[in-house]
């Protein structure tokens, strides 16, 4: 498995990869010590993308994904991957497109171990009065990309 590590605006991204897929991009909360400047030639694809994304170049993410999870984990990730950029649903409606409203906190569960963070959006499932809720890269994460992803640039959305 291949990684680097991204700097960003919101923080320190490790991105993992095998073969041409992407198997993890999560938030390094500590600093990095290793800081690696020559991207793994698999890895420049997501490395580009994501630059784009984080400039606003780039809505749609065009990468083979492998995370690793249960079957209805990776049920739950690939529901994730139809929410379109700028858009947002809440935990109910997730879990009523799963097709059982009964499995939202299962749901909410799975949503919180998403592996791939932002390329998989789990940033842009909200609470069903409209509040952030819990993401496993911080609520300020998931404020600040939704915010990236807002057609409105003046103001904040939180």
């Known amino acids: 498995m291949e990684s ?3 700097q960003t605006d919101i923080g320190n991204l ?3 990869g095998a073969g041409d897929c992407i198997c993890s991009i999560e938030y390094l909360d500590t600093p ?3 800081l690696t400047t020559e991207i793994p030639a698999s890895l420049i694809p997501i490395v580009t993308q994501l630059k784009q994304y984080f400039k606003r170049e780039r809505t749609q993410f ?5 995370p690793e999870g249960t079957t209805f984990q990776k049920k739950v990730w690939k ?3 139809t929410i379109p950029y700028g858009k947002t649903v809440s935990y109910q409606k997730m879990a009523n497109e799963l097709g059982d409203p009964k499995v939202i906190r299962a749901a909410a569960s799975a949503n919180g171990k998403n592996p791939i963070s932002i390329v998989i959006p789990c940033h842009r499932v909200i609470g069903s009065n409209g509040s952030l809720t819990g993401y496993a890269g911080g609520l300020h994460r998931k404020k600040w990309l939704l915010e990236l992803e807002s057609p409105v ?3 904040t959305l939180f």
């Not at 065009?62 to 492998?66: E, F, G, H, Q």
Request: avoid cysteine; hydrophobic fraction near 40%.
């Open 4 to 6: 680097y590590i991204l």
């Open 14 to 16: 490790e991105i993992k």
């Open 32 to 34: 990095s010590e290793i």
């Open 62 to 66: 065009d990468v083979k994904l492998a």
């Open 79 to 81: 529901q994730l991957q």
């Open 153 to 155: 640039t003046q103001g």
